[in-house]
């Protein structure tokens, strides 16, 4: 991976993610990130066995992030990536560490289960590149993106928590 680079590589490594959710967007992006050597425990989800395992690192990495489609509960450290249904899109968002947990909990409110079968695997794709660029310390603090029901891509529009208004 030229693009990416040998510390790059190292830090998509070094991460892991933890499954918080079910369902098949959410195993989409295990697979994509299992796949591009990203860490993924998916001991806290019921489906297990995406199709790729992620070479093991040696040592524990650290610190493990959250990853889930909703309704998945979030804790513990950063990044957290959530995947959900917002009427007939999908929507993920990305919260880094430096992020605001109640921002985050603002845009992932109007997040059901349910994706459409047909978008599944794209939000998870999306899923999986934010997880990346979290990893890679590309993204920023919080990240928001809306797939249309026709597949299209667009930054989100969420509401903020009230000190962010
Ligand atoms: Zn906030």
Known sequence: MREIGGRGQERLL??????????????????????GGTEVDATGAPESGFGFDAPCAGSSPSPVGSLGEIPAVFVGPAPWIAIGRVGSSARVVVRLAQGCADCFRAATAPMREGIAPGLASAAGAVAALAGQRALLGLAEALEVVDIGADGQLAPGQPDRCEAHR
């Not at 892991?16 to 990130?33: D, E, K, P, S």
């Open 14 to 35: 070094s991460g892991a993610l933890r499954l918080v959710g079910q369902g098949r967007a959410q195993a989409t992006a295990a697979a994509y990130l299992a796949a």
